[in-house]
């Protein structure tokens, strides 16, 4: 990464930074080189000599016992900045925090970023103290955070982010074909929140809705999540109506005036 990213070369470059990057997960929290190799396609000496560039500049940490690499503290630095500079976070928290009183249940705040919902904030109505400020990836086809987002946005990304093989499946409820997805989509677009039934994690029921800025955008959602003993059938209208006026609150506090 020496002299910097210019011209088409340095983009090219750039890119391959993100490719290996984008191999760590909250599943696969840390690779072996070959692992690298193996999801980017990269020979063994571009990946290495890309790795060893990211780990001098803090982006990654390797495990040098058993030659393993793992995302760096100084993108962690970095999510924090990003946080601290957005407006949706800076206002979150007293809507965060009213939701998360009313309903009694768990609430996750998240935001897109072209493939999955990054949860931002969340809140437990169990912990002391105020929301937890954290990043996490999650994944937007079976999530509620992640489905009352993706319902606003253009076919085409649904089309690119499903890939060949479709979407992948967590639980024996998850929606993996895309022509499911898109009608599932379409009812959540036309009711305007969204119902994760257990397709993310097994016994999980969240609801979720839409969150825009001022240009009327959707860019992130917030939702409520419970066991389903806990949040019943019975109870999800009263659930709805708290999720959807914290993101329209949320929405309007963001300049929407819709």
């Known amino acids: 990464m020496d002299g910097g990213f210019r011209g088409e070369d340095g983009l090219k470059s750039l890119g391959k930074v993100m490719r290996v990057l984008e191999c760590f997960s909250t599943r696969d929290r840390s690779l ?7 999801r980017t396609g990269f020979p063994k000496a571009t990946a290495h000599r890309l790795v060893a560039s990211l780990r001098d500049v803090g982006l990654l940490d390797q495990d040098r016992e058993r030659d393993r690499y793992r995302l760096g503290l100084r ?6 900045t990003v946080l601290a500079n957005m407006d949706l976070h800076r206002e979150a928290r007293p809507f965060v925090e009213q939701l998360t009183r009313l309903s009694g249940h768990s609430v996750h705040l998240a935001v897109f970023d ?11 109505p169990h912990a002391e103290g105020s929301p937890a400020a954290f990043i996490e990836a999650a994944p937007a086809h ?5 489905k009352a987002i993706l319902a606003f946005q253009p076919p085409e990304l649904l089309a690119r982010l ?7 499946r967590y639980t024996d409820r998850t929606i993996t074909h895309p022509a499911a997805l898109a009608a599932h989509l379409e009812e959540t677009r036309a009711r305007g929140w ?9 016994g999980l029921r969240c609801i979720g809705a839409p969150i825009r800025d001022q240009t009327g955008r959707v860019f992130a ?8 003993r806990e949040l019943t059938q019975p109870r999800i209208p009263a659930a709805v109506k708290l999720v959807r006026h914290a993101a329209q609150g949320l929405s309007a506090a963001l300049g929407w005036r819709g």
């Open 32 to 38: 072996s080189l070959g692992e690298i190799c193996a």
């Open 75 to 80: 993108l962690f630095e970095l999510g924090n």
């Open 114 to 124: 072209g493939r999955a919902a990054v949860v931002i904030h969340r809140a437990d």
């Open 142 to 146: 079976c999530t509620s955070v992640g």
């Open 162 to 168: 499903a890939g060949p093989a479709g979407f992948a």
């Open 194 to 202: 969204s119902l994760d039934e257990g397709e993310h994690q097994p």
């Open 221 to 228: 959602a917030i939702s409520v999540s419970a066991p389903v």
